[in-house]
């Protein structure tokens, strides 16, 4: 069965975000290049695809879901993404410590 081309968008921005997180697991904490590198990069990966993808589904898809009766997805996937939120304004203000949180912490949920 063929994707639509508007789930074929949502799959390869999934997929950057999973490569976006892999990153920041990887990353050497104490290498302040590095990290502050990973910083902008998350930013500008979240300017440019990930704020307007979660914004797409929040309107878009998730009512779709709450309609057919997935409320819990619907929840952790708002949660989720205000989670995501709040650490990108975190990295945007170079705050280091958000990125070892996203570092440790960050496991993206949209694959399950």
Known sequence: MKRSKGLVRLAREHHTALVLAKRAQRIDLKNVVAVHEYMAAAVDNFD?????????????????????????R??????????????????????????????????????S
């Open 48 to 72: 440019r695809e990930l704020g307007s993808h979660f914004q797409f589904e929040e309107d878009r898809l998730l009512p779709l879901m709450m309609k057919a009766g997935e409320a819990a």
């Open 74 to 111: 619907v929840q952790r996937t708002v949660a989720d993404h205000e989670e995501l939120r709040q650490l990108i304004d975190r990295l945007r203000s170079q705050t280091y410590k958000a990125c070892a949180v996203l570092a440790m912490s960050w496991r993206p949920t949209f694959a």
